[in-house]
């Protein structure tokens, strides 16, 4: 049985998604941007800053679950462009100072309402 994931904490989904779900022990979270919780806006248009709004949102989420970033397997990392590979590197890093999760970092087209970066992952609860 599957447990849907709502919190305010994180931004309020834009479509017909859950938060996350949690099903056999596993969280699994939906992408991420950069949207503030309270205002449904952009926090920045710097990339450093959304990637800090988008780990902060995915924090919220795995609490909400009942767990956090140590227990994250698997992100999955979505960039309007590969040329913020670096910055959004140092920003995800600081969450994952020890045995950091597989990833897959990948440059799109576009991502939601525009933003430079989209995470996602699944972790254990």
Known sequence: ???IIQTPDAPAAIGPYAQAVVCNGMVYCSGQIPLDPQT????????????MQVMKNL??????????FPNVVKCSIFLSSMDDFAS????YGTFFPENPPARETVAVRTLPKNAKVEISCIAFV
């Open 1 to 3: 049985m599957k447990q």
């Open 40 to 51: 449904m806006q952009f926090v920045s248009d710097e990339v450093g800053e959304q990637t």
């Open 59 to 68: 924090r919220a989420v795995l609490n909400a679950a009942g767990t956090d």
């Open 88 to 91: 959004v590197n140092e920003v």
